[in-house]
Structure formats: C-alpha cells, structure tokens
C-alpha cells in the first residue's frame, strides 16, 4: 500500500502569511492526489484534485503543486477560516490512502 | 449539485454490530461512486472501502475484511455501511463520500456519524 507522509505535523502561522504543506508519497502516484480540509463537526471539504486543479467553490489563494513524489498545499494569505486540520489522499492504487495529516494553527 | 444526509450517532455494545446509512440527493446513487471513511479520536483519516466503477465492484481495505459491507438501496439513493464485531478501537466518526467521475477523490462528504462501543 502507498504510504503518505505529511509534514509538518502542526504548522503555526499568521493570518495574512503564507502556508505551505507538504505530502510525500512513498511510490509513484503519478498526478493522482487530492487535498481536503477537515474542521471540528463539520462534513471535510475536497479542495484540490489531481495534484493542483481546485475543486468547485475553492478560493484561488489555495493552490496544489507535484515534484515527482513530492507535493504541495499552499496557501498565500491565511483567512481566519483556513485554521484546520489538511489531509492529503492518494487515488492512483487501492487501497486508497490518507496522509496522517497537518494541523495548521493561528501563530 | 450532491448533497448528502448520514444517520445518526449510534452507541453499540462491544461485538454488536452497526449499520450506517446514507442519503444522496441531487444525483442518484447510479450515477456516483460511495465510498466510506472513519476518523477515531486523535487519529487522522482511515479509508474503509468503496465502490470501482471499473470493475463495477466493491473493494474493502484489508484491515477490515471480512466485517464490513457496503450495500446500496438504488430505489431510496441510500448508501449502507455495516460493520460487525465491534470493538472499542472502532469508536470512530464514519463519514461517507461521493466520487463523481473519474478519479477517485471525493467531491462531497456526509458530516458524519458517531459510533461509541462501550460496555
């Protein structure tokens, strides 16, 4: 099974600053990742398929980047609403699989 | 545009078993993919299994193989999941999540049911 690995763990930052995630995946998952948002009690939200296009009713200051295995969630200017936790999912090979994901917190 | 309504918190004896539903509106279950996934506390998300429009079958992670079904009612667009042989690892939120087209990200999610098993 393909293993992802989120770093960091927490990351603290300012409203307004810039965030940036990050999802390695332990073989080849070609473009074939997504990124959704998870708040406390609410239903989590897809924000990013195949690796960089934005889902439906996403901002644009979200946006999803690949290097090879490497990818990336950045976030250009942190919105109050922005604090949660972010996960990464890989949809190439099953079993589908989640990172452990990135809690990003108010610095 | 999916909307999706889940059940309700469910609190379940250790070896019980538990089925959760999932009501699809605004397309029909024919048209979507159903896929289940569960969050315990303090743990990120787990992907229990779901629906491959490829092969027009059901796949289950391994780790729950043999307890769990997924089921579908297309005349209500009800999705189920059942899992059996509860134990207290499976307290859990369960969530269920469409998959529309191709690519198995999910665009909509339920917002959860809340299974306790407690003695």
């Known amino acids: 099974e393909i293993v992802l690995t989120q770093s960091p763990a927490t990351l603290s930052v300012s409203p307004g600053e810039r965030a940036t995630l990050s999802c390695r995946a332990s073989q080849s998952v070609t473009s074939n990742l997504a990124w959704y948002q998870l708040k406390r009690g609410q239903a989590p939200r897809l924000l990013i398929y195949a690796s960089s296009t934005r889902a439906t009713g996403i901002p644009a200051r979200f946006s999803g980047s690949r290097s090879g295995t490497e990818f990336t969630l950045t976030v250009s200017s942190l919105e109050s609403e922005d604090f949660a936790v972010y996960y990464c999912q890989q949809y190439n090979n099953w079993p589908l699989t989640f990172g452990q994901g990135t809690r990003l917190e108010i610095k | 545009q999916v909307q999706v309504v889940q059940s309700g918190a469910e609190v379940k004896r250790p070896g019980a078993s538990v089925k959760v539903s999932c009501k699809v509106s605004g397309y029909t279950l024919t048209e979507l993919s159903m896929h289940w996934v569960r969050q315990a506390p303090g743990k990120g998300l787990e992907w229990m299994g779901g629906f491959d429009p490829e092969d027009g079958e059901t796949i289950y992670a391994q780790k729950f193989q043999g307890r769990i079904t997924m089921t579908e009612d297309t005349s209500t667009d009800t999705a189920y999941m059942e899992l059996t042989s509860l134990r207290s690892e499976d307290t859990a939120v369960y969530y269920c999540?469409?998959?529309?087209?191709?690519?198995?990200?999910?665009?909509?999610w339920g917002k959860g049911t809340t299974v306790t098993v407690s003695s």
């Open positions: 999540a469409t998959v529309y087209g191709s690519g198995n990200y999910m665009d909509v």
